[in-house]
């Protein structure tokens, strides 16, 4: 009895510790960037990024004998790669390497908890008012936190349309998920994601690119870093969490990154954070904190 109880502490325990561990590791990615950008095309760097995910959950799933999907799974599973990894990541580092200011790619990347919800709302999936709230208060706790970094400069018909792809990819692939393939082996499943993405990355790559990649430490430990922690890590709690959760409600723990990042680069590059970013952590964790709560129930019918 006790050890079931202590299993149910543990289990509950790591319920609660996911989220903060997806918004501290999933804010990292703006370091990675900053010491890659110099050293490696984005789309270079994002395929070599892909095929250590695949080697690495591939020798992970081989010595656990993991189940591997079947017949339409395989489909399913990559089509929500593309759009989670290759759409997302290949739009918003091709902005920012074609000029678009980080905290303007940004902005535009966190419309997605929005656009979920509303996407989400189109198909069926209601929430309540406190969770529309939430969700408005986070945009506008990221408006805070990246204000002053927002410009006009290197907003190109091009970057933002690279952006806008990566808004819309993630928001379709984490719907898509979320609908076809929710319940899936975290090994396999990501071998078959970034191997899609690879497959669709590699055309543009050729197009645009010449593969420079310049091996110097800070390239390497980006790479680790991304393999190992930002996709290893990261990726897989925010599957953990779309399993248990409506997809709005988890993605609006996207409206924290900004916030993180910014104490990031207060850290480690001594980048300044004014007040309207410290304003703008508070509103959007108050704007997650809504957003997250337990949507009421819908009163049943007298019998």
């Known amino acids: 009895m006790a050890t079931t109880s202590g299993t149910r502490d543990a289990a509950a325990l790591l319920v609660r510790v996911t989220p903060v561990l997806f918004v501290l590791i999933w804010a990292t990615g703006f370091v990675v960037a900053k010491y890659a950008a110099p050293h490696a095309e984005p789309l270079s760097f994002l395929l070599v990024r892909y095929a250590g995910v695949v080697v690495l959950m591939l020798v992970l799933a081989l010595v656990a004998g993991a189940r591997w999907p079947r017949g339409r799974a395989i489909g399913h599973l990559a089509v929500a790669g593309i759009g989670i990894q290759a759409g997302y990541l290949g739009g918003v580092w091709g902005a920012v390497a074609a000029g678009m200011p980080a905290g303007v790619a940004a902005l535009v990347v966190n419309l997605q908890p929005v656009l979920t919800a509303v996407v989400a709302g189109l198909t069926g999936v209601r929430l309540g008012r406190v969770q529309v709230v939430g969700l408005v208060l986070g945009f506008l706790g990221v408006v805070l936190v990246v204000s002053s970094k927002l410009t006009t400069v290197g907003i190109t018909a091009t970057t933002l349309g690279l952006a806008t792809t990566a808004l819309l990819a993630i928001t379709a692939g984490t719907l898509y998920q979320k609908r076809f393939c929710p319940e899936f082996d975290l090994r396999t499943g990501q071998v078959v994601q970034f191997f899609a993405s690879i497959l669709v990355t590699l055309p543009f790559a050729f197009a645009f690119e010449s593969f420079r990649l310049d091996w110097t430490p800070e390239l390497v430990g980006a790479l680790l870093w991304s393999v190992l922690v930002l996709t ?24 924290l990154v900004p916030g993180i990042t910014a104490l990031l680069a207060l850290v480690m590059f001594g980048e300044t954070l004014g007040w309207f970013a410290i304003a703008g952590m508070v509103v959007a964790v108050l704007g997650v904190a809504l957003a997250t709560r337990a949507a009421p129930a819908p009163p049943q019918a007298p019998s």
């Open 232 to 255: 290893g890590g990261g990726v897989s709690l925010l599957f953990l969490m779309l399993r248990r959760g409506a997809a709005a409600q988890v993605t609006s723990y996207f409206y």
